[in-house]
C-alpha cells in the first residue's frame, strides 16, 4: 500500500517536531525499537503454548493420522484448517506436536537454567569473596570446564547412561553453570571492597550473612542478564542433541526431534523440518533480543561480555 | 613470556589428563568390557573363556594400572577395535579426519574472511544498509539451529534450483561438494567475528587515541585500518575458543545433515548404535585437537598483545 509509507523528510520532520505530532507508523516504529514487544510476545506465546498445550492441541501429539499423512499447512493447497501446520509422513499433527515440543522444552530448559545458575552463582560468589585457594580452585575447574568441547562430553555421557529427559536436563545445566561462575566473581571482587560491606563486617555480620544479605543483591542484574542470554544458548543445544539422536527421546515431540524426522522428506514434505526449526529460531532470536534490551537496561558493562 | 607459553603448556596438559580420565571413568561405568566383544545373553561363553577375556584386557589388575595400561595404549596410538565390524578406531578415525579437518579449515576461513570485515564495515558505517545486513548476518548466525539452516540449504540451493549437490564429499576434492556445508558450518563462528569486531571496532573508534590522530588530521582511511583495525582484531581472537567449540559442534552436525564422511558423523552413528570404543576414540581425537588449537591461538595471542603475558 502507497499511502502507508511515511516519506523520509515527512519522517525527519516529524522527529523534529516531538513525537506526539508524530505520524502513527513512525510512532509506532519507534515504540517497537524502544520496547521488545516482538520477543516478548513470541516468548508469551511459547509459554502459554506450552503451559496449556492439552488444552489447546487439536490433536494427540504421538497419534498418526494415517489417512491425513503428508497434508501440507492450511495455507498451501491441499491443507485444511482441521491440521493448521500440516502433518507429518506419518499422519501426526504438527501444530500439536509443536505446542507439546513447547512444554518440553520449556520445561528442561528451565530446571537447568535454574540448576546451573544456583550452582554458578554460589560458587561465583565464594569464589570472590574467600579469594586465595577456593578462587583459585574454582576458577581452574571453570578453565578446565571450558576447555573441553561441550558436545563430546555430552554424547559420551549419553552413551553410557542413556537419554531420557533427564539426562538432558542434567546436560544443559553442565552447559549453563560456567557463565555465572566468571561473571558473579568479577562483579564480586568490586562489591566486597565497597565500604557498606567493610561495616558488616566489622559489625560481626557472618560470611554467609554478608554474601545472601549485601552482597548477592549487588549481582542479581549481572544473573538476570546472563540467564536470558543463557537460555538461548540451551534452547539451541538441547535441540541439537535431540537432532543428534542424543536428547529428547522420541516419540516425545521435541523439536530438533522433529527436524530431524523430517529429513529425510525433504524433497516433498518440506514443512516437517521447516516449521519446527523455524519455531526453534524466532525464540532462539526473541531470548537473545530480551537479553541485549535487558542487558542495556540493567547492567551495560557486561557488553563486553560474550556468552 | 616463557613462563607464560610454559603455564599454558601446563594448563593444557592437566585438561588433556582430566579428559583421559574422565573418559576411562565413563568406559569402566559404561559396564564390564568384555560385554563388548560376547554376543547378546553370553551364549556360548563358558566361565574359562570369559575369565581369559578378562586376563587378556587385563581386567585383574587394579584400576589404576588399568588406567595407565589404557593410557599407553592410546598414546601409542591404539584405540581399540569398534563393535561393528572389529575396524581398528584408529584406522577408522585416520579415515575420517581429512574430510572433517579441510570441512572445518573452509569454514573457519570462510568466517574470517567475511565475519571481520563485515564487522568493521558495519562498526564505521554505522545506521547504513552495510550495518543493517551485516546485523541481520549476525543475528541469524547466532539464533538458528546449524542443522536447520543446513536442512534449508539443502531444499532451495540442491533441491530447488539444483546448483550445488545436496550431499556427500564423495571421492576427491571437488570444490563445489564443499560450497554448501562450508558456508552453513561457518555461519555461526563468523555471527561470532562479526559481533565481537563490530562491538571492539565501536569502542576503539571511540577512544582517545583514535580521537587524537583525527584531530590531528589523519585522514578517515588511516585511522581506521591503521589505528582502529589492528587492536579491534584482539576480542576476535580471544574468542577463538568459543569458535572452535562452535566448529566442532557444528561439524558434528553438518557432517550428519549433509552425509558427510568425517569425524563428527561417525560419532553420531556411533551413538545410536552404541559402538562405545568409536565415541571413546572420537571423544578423544575431538578434545585433543581443541586443545591443542586453543594453546596455540592462545600463545598466537600473546605474540599478538603483550599485555596478555603479564596477566
Redesign the interface.
Given at each position: 500500500m502507497a499511502g502507508t509509507a511515511v516519506p523520509q523528510a515527512q519522517a525527519e520532520a516529524a522527529i523534529g517536531r516531538g513525537s506526539l505530532s508524530a505520524p502513527i507508523l513512525l510512532r509506532v516504529w519507534r515504540f517497537l525499537r524502544q520496547w521488545p514487544v516482538l520477543p516478548v510476545a513470541i516468548l508469551a506465546s511459547l509459554v502459554i503454548g506450552g503451559v496449556l498445550a492439552p488444552v489447546l492441541s487439536p490433536h494427540e501429539p504421538t497419534y498418526p493420522d494415517l489417512l491425513a499423512r503428508g497434508t501440507p499447512p492450511m495455507w498451501m493447497e491441499g491443507g485444511t484448517s482441521d491440521f493448521p501446520l500440516g502433518t507429518d509422513n506419518i499422519g501426526r499433527d504438527i501444530y500439536s506436536r509443536l505446542l507439546y515440543g513447547a512444554r518440553i522444552s520449556l520445561l528442561v530448559v528451565s530446571i537447568a537454567t535454574v540448576s546451573g545458575l544456583v550452582v554458578g552463582t554460589t560458587l561465583g560468589l565464594l569464589a570472590g569473596y574467600m579469594g586465595r585457594h577456593i578462587d583459585e580452585i574454582i576458577m581452574r575447574i571453570v578453565?578446565?570446564w571450558?576447555?573441553?568441547?561441550?558436545?563430546?562430553?555430552a554424547?559420551?555421557?549419553?552413551?553410557?547412561f542413556g537419554k531420557s529427559t533427564t539426562m538432558m536436563m542434567v546436560l544443559l545445566a553442565l552447559l549453563a553453570w560456567t557463565a555465572y561462575v566468571r561473571n558473579v566473581r568479577a562483579e564480586v571482587l568490586t562489591l566486597k571492597e565497597l565500604d557498606y560491606v567493610s561495616i558488616a563486617r566489622v559489625s560481626g555480620a557472618s560470611t554467609a550473612r554478608i554474601l545472601i544479605r549485601h552482597i548477592l543483591p549487588g549481582v542479581v542484574n549481572t544473573i538476570i542478564v546472563i540467564a536470558t542470554l543463557r537460555v538461548?544458548q540451551l534452547i539451541?543445544a538441547e535441540?541439537?542433541l535431540s537432532?543428534?539422536?542424543?536428547g529428547i527421546p522420541p516419540p516425545q515431540p521435541a523439536w530438533?526431534v522433529m527436524?530431524?524426522d523430517?529429513?529425510n522428506f525433504?524433497?516433498t514434505l518440506?514443512w516437517i523440518?521447516?516449521i519446527p526449526?523455524?519455531a526453534?529460531?524466532l525464540v532462539?532470536?526473541s531470548f537473545?533480543f530480551l537479553g541485549d534490551w535487558l542487558r542495556d537496561k540493567l547492567d551495560p558493562r557486561l557488553?563486553?561480555l560474550?556468552? | 613470556m616463557r613462563s607464560f607459553v610454559l603455564r599454558r603448556l601446563m594448563?593444557?596438559f592437566?585438561?588433556l589428563i582430566?579428559?583421559t580420565l574422565?573418559?576411562f571413568a565413563?568406559s569402566r561405568?559404561?559396564g564390564d568390557p568384555r560385554n563388548l566383544f560376547i554376543s547378546e545373553g553370553g551364549y556360548g561363553v563358558t566361565k574359562e573363556t570369559w575369565e581369559e577375556l578378562g586376563r587378556k584386557l587385563n581386567l585383574d589388575k587394579p584400576l589404576v594400572a588399568q588406567y595407565f595400561i589404557w593410557l599407553g595404549q592410546v598414546v601409542k596410538g591404539d584405540l581399540g577395535v569398534s563393535v561393528e565390524g572389529r575396524v581398528p578406531v584408529a584406522r577408522m578415525i585416520r579415515e575420517r579426519l581429512w574430510p572433517t579437518a579441510s570441512l572445518g579449515g573452509v569454514a573457519w576461513i570462510i568466517a574470517i574472511v567475511i565475519g571481520i570485515p563485515l564487522g568493521v564495515l558495519s562498526a564505521t558505517r554505522r545506521g547504513t544498509l552495510a550495518d543493517y545486513v551485516a546485523r541481520s548476518v549476525a543475528?541469524?548466525g547466532?539464533?538458528?539451529?546449524?542443522?536447520?539452516i543446513g536442512?534449508?540449504a539443502?531444499?532451495v540451493f540442491a533441491?530447488k534450483f539444483g546448483w550445488v549437490p545436496a550431499g556427500t564429499r564423495g571421492d576427491g576434492f571437488a570444490i563445489r561438494n564443499y560450497v554448501l556445508p562450508a558456508v552453513v558450518l561457518g555461519l555461526g563462528p563468523t555471527a561470532?567475528y562479526l559481533?565481537?569486531t563490530r562491538?571492539a571496532m565501536l569502542n576503539i573508534l571511540d577512544s582517545e587515541y583514535v580521537k587524537l590522530a583525527r584531530a590531528k588530521g589523519a585522514n578517515g582511511r588511516v585511522v581506521i585500518w591503521k589505528h582502529a583495525f589492528k587492536n579491534a582484531l584482539i576480542?576476535p581472537l580471544t574468542?577463538s575458543?568459543?569458535v572452535?567449540?562452535t566448529l566442532?559442534?557444528g561439524s558434528?552436525?553438518v557432517e550428519?545433515?549433509f552425509s558427510w564422511p568425517g569425524m563428527g558423523r561417525m560419532?553420531?552413528q556411533?551413538?545410536?548404535t552404541?559402538d562405545?570404543p568409536i565415541?571413546?576414540g572420537?571423544?578423544l581425537v575431538?578434545?585433543a585437537l581443541?586443545?591443542f588449537l586453543?594453546f596455540m591461538t592462545d600463545i598466537l595471542y600473546a605474540v599478538i598483545d603483550p599485555r596478555i603475558r603479564f596477566t
Open positions: 578453565d578446565i571450558y576447555s573441553v568441547p561441550f558436545i563430546m562430553v554424547l559420551i555421557l549419553v552413551v553410557v538461548g539451541l535441540s541439537v537432532f543428534l539422536g542424543a530438533g527436524v530431524s523430517g529429513r525433504l524433497a518440506w523440518s521447516f526449526g523455524f526453534i529460531f532462539v532470536m537473545n557488553r563486553q560474550d556468552r | 594448563y593444557t592437566i585438561a582430566g579428559s574422565f573418559v565413563l561405568a559404561q543475528l541469524i547466532q539464533a538458528s539451529p546449524p542443522f536447520w536442512l534449508v539443502i531444499l533441491v561470532a559481533r565481537l562491538s576480542p574468542v575458543t568459543l572452535l567449540a566442532i559442534t558434528v552436525v550428519t545433515v560419532t553420531v556411533a551413538v545410536s552404541n562405545f565415541i571413546t572420537a571423544v575431538f578434545t581443541y586443545l586453543n
